[in-house]
């Protein structure tokens, strides 16, 4: 099973900083090992340019950071999932936290969203992660469970396991510099493990598990090496190559 190193550019860079970075990450990433692969999720607007310059170098593929759940229609400021695989890509994210708590999307709307990228023939990262108020309300079980059986709702029981990823994105951990500890990360991952074997069986144990929120040089190596872990998804250090390099060479 590869380990999943995945970059969430979220709202920032045009194409000639898309195509520095990655020109420099490719160069500095030289060597990247045998069992790692590389997904770039950039904004929409840079998917043909990341596409472009990620040309041939098999180790390294594309992802839409949303999707609508729809072939095609009257979707104003839409992406449908055949649109995201004619830019080139093989997957998308749903669910992230920011798409949840700042845009308002449901944990039905996510499990919409999942099963049809799935049904589409995308491969799907889906996100899940408590806040800080339900973490001490002792909620965190609960949330994973509610968030993982709804996102997961529609998808076919005999889903290629290496075709899904949970990542699971504490809410208090994204962008804030605070990175869940290793017992936290280590709770947390086998409750989304525990849902994953539930639900798709002997399955459950191949579907990849990855972590996300202030993942760093720093901290790379030491979460990657946790049980359950099978990869990270990174933000605010995915965005420079001499950061985002460091991590996936950990
Ligand atoms: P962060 O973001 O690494 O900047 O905390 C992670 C994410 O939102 O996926």
Redesign the pocket.
């Known amino acids: 099973m590869k380990k999943m190193m995945a970059a ?1 550019w ?1 709202m920032y860079k045009n194409r000639f900083e898309a195509r520095m970075m990655l020109q420099d990450l490719l160069y500095l990433a030289k060597g990247l090992p045998e069992d790692r692969e590389v997904v770039i999720f950039p904004p929409f607007t840079l998917l043909g340019t990341v596409s472009e310059e990620l040309q041939g170098v098999s180790v390294y593929s594309l992802g839409g950071q949303d999707v609508y759940p729809a072939a095609e229609g009257a979707f104003t400021g839409e992406i449908a999932p055949g649109m995201l695989q004619d830019c080139g890509c093989a997957w998308v994210l749903t669910g ?3 798409r949840r708590h700042i845009l308002g999307e449901s944990d039905e709307f996510v499990g919409k969203k999942t099963a049809f990228s799935l049904e589409s023939g995308l491969g799907v990262v889906l ?1 899940v992660g408590e806040t800080l108020e339900q973490r001490e309300a002792g909620e965190l079980s609960a949330v994973l469970a509610r968030q993982m059986l709804s996102g997961l709702a529609s998808v076919a029981v005999d889903l290629a396991p290496a075709r899904l990823c949970i ?1 699971y ?1 504490p809410v208090w ?4 510099g605070k990175v869940a500890g290793p017992k936290e990360i280590l709770e947390a991952h086998a409750e989304v493990r525990k849902c994953l074997e539930e639900k798709f069986l002997d399955n459950g144990n191949k579907i990849r598990i990855l972590y ?4 760093k040089p720093e901290n790379a190596a030491e979460i990657l090496q946790l049980d359950n872990v099978n990869g990270v ?6 965005l420079q190559a001499e950061t985002f390099s460091q991590i996936i060479l950990s």
């Open positions: 969430n979220k992230h936290s920011e996100c990542a994105e951990a994204i962008g804030t996300g929120g202030s993942v998804l990174v933000g605010g250090a995915s």
